[in-house]
């Protein structure tokens, strides 16, 4: 099964729990969103491999550790996950930024895809696949299989909120895949929708209804 690491942090409580509340507006909406996706990348990144290498400060010679493996990718499911790149991208300039666009259809709840970029050299890089809400799991899972058929073999999945049924589903389907939520939050309603989440992320972003 997937490790699952909810951030107890209390920098990301505080701030998802500003993003929940529906007096925050999509100004506010997008820093916050943006710092939490750079909370989080601190803790999900907490494994890279690194290597002792030698070099000279102005006083002295020494070993010191830099960061060493694979090159890391993001790869945002469009729309709501655009909100995630800038804040990963504080820490990780380097880092290729791929899309995927997915939608969810309103009568099928299924995810859509409308398009895909991604770096042409994916297979050799550990993938960023991020997306505030992880509601039935849909999306994805199905963005993940889609990584995967593009060549992607190391992915970690980075949420704000999650359900409890969506960490089920993707945990299920993609046990290979760790997943880092903000929260995990009970249920969903009837139209798949997190409950209490914060709503449609990606119309509180960009200010759409
Ligand atoms: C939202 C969200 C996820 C998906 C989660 O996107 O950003 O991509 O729903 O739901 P799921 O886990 O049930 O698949 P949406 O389809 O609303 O598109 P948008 O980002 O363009 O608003
Ligand atoms: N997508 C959202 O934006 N919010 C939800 O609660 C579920 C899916």
């Known amino acids: 099964m997937s490790k ?3 951030m107890d942090h209390p920098l990301i409580q505080h701030k998802i729990t500003k993003i929940r509340d529906k007096r925050t507006g999509a100004k ?9 996706a750079m909370l989080m990348t601190y803790e999900a990144t907490r494994d890279l491999q690194l290597e002792e290498i030698e070099i000279e400060t102005p006083v002295a ?12 990718g993001i790869v945002p499911i469009l729309r709501a996950g655009l909100g995630m790149v800038d804040g990963i991208l504080e820490l990780i300039p380097v880092a ?10 309103p009568e099928t709840l299924l995810p859509v895809e409308y398009y895909c970029k991604l770096p042409n050299d994916i297979s050799e890089r550990e993938i960023l696949l991020v997306d505030p809400m992880l509601a039935t799991g849909g999306s994805a899972v199905a963005a993940i299989n889609f990584l995967k058929e ?9 949420c704000l909120i999650a359900s409890k049924k969506g960490v089920e589903t993707l945990s299920a389907a993609c046990p290979d ?3 880092y939520a903000g929260v995990v939050d009970e249920v969903l309603n009837d139209h798949a929708y997190i409950l209490p989440g914060l709503g449609d992320a990606g119309d509180r972003l960009f200010g759409t209804k």
Not at 28 to 36: D, K, S, Y
């Open 177 to 179: 895949v760790d997943i």
């Open 28 to 36: 506010e909406f997008r820093e916050l969103v943006n710092e939490i």
């Open 96 to 105: 290729k930024v791929g899309h995927i666009g997915l939608y969810r259809d």
């Open 150 to 158: 593009k060549g992607a073999k190391k992915i970690r999945f980075l």
């Open 4 to 6: 699952v690491v909810v």
């Open 61 to 72: 010679k020494t070993k010191a550790m830099i960061l060493t493996g694979k090159k890391l």
